[in-house]
């Protein structure tokens, strides 16, 4: 029987501690289409994950509410937004797409891994973005949270490492219904 690091391995999830959140979401199951946010207990996660860590709210409205924002997310954005809605800190295309994407996990109750490349910002980097985004449910059948990873690394203008040198949006280059 294959362990669960190789199932992850195997389903496309390249990032190490993406791969362990996918595993520990895997072990929360026991037997259940998907765990609560009960089920996730801090202790267990990694200190070098915790950073990375999002919570966010599926309200009754269907829309999307950060509740808990890891310290690398926050800094990446250069603000606070637990406690305020996706779709009023992101007011674009990118907006658009988190919430697509928060609304597809939703709808399918499955695990969604995500790369995007964002286009250069103030700093004058783009950004390479991996991302899981996993279904937590308190009734057992409607997603009321995402528990998701995000894992944003810089990557230089002119670098031969750049994805996508000149975009001006940003450009999903996978996506996987796990």
């Not at 990873?149 to 999903?172: H, K, N, Q, W």
Request: glycine share 8%; charged share 25%; hydrophobic share 35%.
């Amino acid at each position: 029987m294959m362990s669960q690091v190789q199932a992850s391995r195997l389903c496309g999830i390249q990032n190490d501690l993406l791969r362990w959140l996918h595993d520990y979401w895997q072990d929360l199951l026991k037997g259940r289409e998907m765990p609560s946010r009960t089920d996730i207990d801090p202790v267990d996660i990694p200190p070098t994950l915790l950073p990375h860590l999002l919570l966010t709210e599926v309200t009754d409205d269907a829309r999307l509410r950060y509740r808990l924002v890891g310290t690398a997310y926050r800094n990446t954005l250069g603000v606070e937004i637990t406690g305020r809605y996706v779709d009023e800190i992101f007011r674009n295309a990118y907006g658009h797409y988190l919430i697509e994407l928060g609304q597809e996990v939703v709808r399918r109750r499955r695990p969604i891994y995500t790369e995007l490349v964002l286009p250069p910002v103030g700093d004058g980097t783009e950004r390479f973005i991996q991302r899981l985004s996993l279904p937590l449910s308190t009734d057992g059948t409607n997603v009321d949270m995402l528990f998701s990873g995000d894992i944003v690394e810089p990557v230089a203008l002119g670098s031969p490492d750049t994805p996508s040198a000149g975009r001006e949006r940003f450009t999903e280059t996978l996506r996987l219904i796990l």
